[in-house]
T-cell receptor
């Protein structure tokens, strides 16, 4: 079955440690996205990528890094520079046709930093 | 900059209607609507394209005012299953930068 998979579902890390969230899709989508969700703030765009080996910053990229070495994979690293990393993180993908197609979401990763 | 949604929250009885608005400060090519249940992934509802027609099926429909960069989602004769948080997503022309609004929490009671 085609879809988008995020792992792990829950992640706990100590303050000051980097952590990488996985996002894999087998839908052959060109565009991939990372969003952060906090209560009352909607979905805020962290990074997005339209093609392999290229990505752009979203509205809240500080303290995060990404890579897009393969079309199906778009991992997100939350670095120690991110001041408040505890949040729900959602990955999404879509055909890269400039807005005419829907985005599909993974089930999310809930990151808790203690 | 995130699109602004209004209202922030809506409480309904089954069978009542609701309208959720989405407003952007930038020129838009398309508007997407999604619904998210608590702790789950957002689920796609519909896309409206610039120059396109109003879309919808049965009791959920939407409109897109290109000149005002605004979209509205109409839910009629609400059902319990409509409960959740609704998000609009916007894209400008020639870009895949999909930005979501602040969300509207809808609760439907029997």
């Amino acid at each position: 079955d085609g879809g988008i998979t995020q792992s792990p579902k829950y992640l706990f890390r100590k303050e000051g440690q980097n952590v990488t969230l996985s996002c894999e899709q087998n839908l052959n989508h060109d565009a991939m996205y990372w969003y952060r969700q906090d209560p009352g703030q909607g979905l805020r765009l962290i990074y997005y990528s339209q093609i392999v080996n290229d990505f752009q910053k979203g509205d809240i990229a500080e303290g995060y890094s990404v890579s897009r070495e393969k079309k199906e994979s778009f991992p997100l690293t939350v670095t120690s520079a991110q001041k408040n990393p505890t949040a729900f993180y959602l990955c999404a993908s879509k055909w890269g046709q400039f807005g005419e197609t829907e985005a599909f979401f993974g089930q999310g990763t809930r990151l808790t930093v203690v | 900059q995130q699109p602004v949604q209004s209202p922030q929250a809506v409480i309904l009885r089954e069978g009542e209607d609701a309208v959720i608005n989405c407003s952007s400060s930038k020129a838009l090519y398309s508007v997407h609507w999604y619904r998210q249940k608590h702790g789950e992934a957002p689920v796609f509802l519909m896309i409206l394209l610039k120059g396109g027609e109003q879309k919808g099926h049965e009791k959920i429909s939407a409109s897109f005012n290109e000149k005002k960069q605004q979209s509205s989602l109409y839910l009629t004769a609400s059902q319990l299953s409509y409960s959740g948080t609704y998000f609009c997503g916007t894209l400008g022309a020639g870009t895949d930068k999909l930005i979501f609004g602040t969300g509207t929490r809808l609760q439907v009671f029997p």
